[in-house]
């Protein structure tokens, strides 16, 4: 989260539906079932080990993390064309330049804030999204998927609008051959208050006048895809409001594919932050997030 949690007027669900119903989905690509060039599996079988039979998953191996950023893991077989972007949030300083909180816009924001931290383990945000973040790339590199990393060290220097930026790269288009792409913003909520508890998905709403208003529906869908077999397999509960919507994010408001915020849970909650210190939590944090986003996906096989 960016600085201070603020609580954001939900938006009638009903509502906010009936004004998305037959809204033509832009940014992925509806394929024909059976229409995938299944080939593509066994010609980068050897490389990857799966050869002689042998299990893709099992002779895994986890990149070792690259510095710098925008770093592109290519998939295979029937998912390589649907891409994740993950955007593990903040970095270990924080960035004082200001930047457009959108196109064109003249509401200038923070570059990047330094995020919150564990009121009890003292555990930086920025390390606990890397972590999980790095977690669910390798959950998704072994199902094939394409993943794409803003980052996968803590010494970056990546803004919010250069995040969004980079998830842009890999929007479907004439030039590539993806299918669908999503980005998913990992991040967690510190607040004044240490009551608080539960995970939240931060979701932009269908009056963003950016690019990203007209994937309100994809971008709510997300959210929705994630959040339940993210608590189910970590157990941390789901916040009172589960859903939050607000166009105040800066890496958002430039995203042109389908983006959402996981807010993992409050650290200024000390349960909270004690079992997202774990790295049982962590794996089970990577495995949800991997299923919902397979979920989402799943609408365009
Ligand atoms: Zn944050």
Redesign the pocket.
Known sequence: ??GKFKVFKKLGFVFVLSLVIGALSVSCVEVIPGGFETGSSDASGGEDGTENGKDAESEFVSPEPAGGTDIFHEGRGENKNFVVVIDA??QDHAMNGTEPNGPGSDDMKMQLTS??QGVYTNIP?YELTLDVSLKLRDELLKEGYTVVMVRETNDVEVSNVERALIANKYKPSGDNDYICSVNIRV??NGFDSPDMRGALMYCSTASNPYAIGELFEECYDLSMSILEPYCELTGMPQYKSPVMYGDDMTGTNWCEIPTTIIELGFMSNKEDDILMATDEFRLNAAVGIKQGIENFFSQYR
């Open positions: 989260m960016y949030g903040h995020g919150t945000e991040h967690a």
